[in-house]
């Protein structure tokens, strides 16, 4: 009977805990902080021609080649064939793909969409049950 107590409790401290409403951030928020996360990105994967990336943007363009400059609202991609170039503002960027990108970089990327999907979805049950 002991046991059993101590599962429940130990089970509606962890439920109380994991089940807390998240404060919503505005759109403009989360699209402020995805750029800086992108500019990180960006400045891990360091500038030249062996710093190949794949940009997908907002507007469903998409731009392969190396990262040749990196400034401080953008950076440039620069097109291996042709030579193009284009600027890209951090804040234009849906997903990029780098091949610099170490193993660690990606699980944390990962960890952190898990983390913002699960509070997410804490924040509707909560959002809801009211």
Do not use: H
């Not at 404060?23 to 402020?32: G, I, L, M, P, Q």
């Not at 190949?52 to 991609?77: A, C, H, M, P, W």
């Not at 997903?95 to 610099?100: M, S, T």
Request: charge should be positive.
């Amino acid at each position: 009977m002991k046991k059993l107590l101590t599962m429940m409790v130990a089970c509606l401290v962890v439920s109380a805990v994991s089940v807390r409403p998240v404060a919503a951030s505005s759109n403009a928020e989360k699209e402020v902080r995805f750029a800086g996360k992108v500019k990180l990105g960006v400045e891990k994967f360091g500038s030249g021609r062996d710093t190949r990336v794949e940009v997908k943007l907002r507007d469903k363009t998409r731009l392969k080649g190396y990262v040749s400059e990196i400034g401080e609202n953008e950076f440039v991609v620069t097109d291996v064939k042709t030579g193009a170039s284009n600027k890209v503002a951090y804040a234009d960027v849906k997903q990029i793909k780098g091949n610099n990108m170490s193993t660690g970089a990606k699980i944390a990327i990962g960890v952190s969409i898990a983390v913002g999907l699960i509070l997410l979805i804490s924040w509707l049950i909560v959002a809801g049950s009211d």
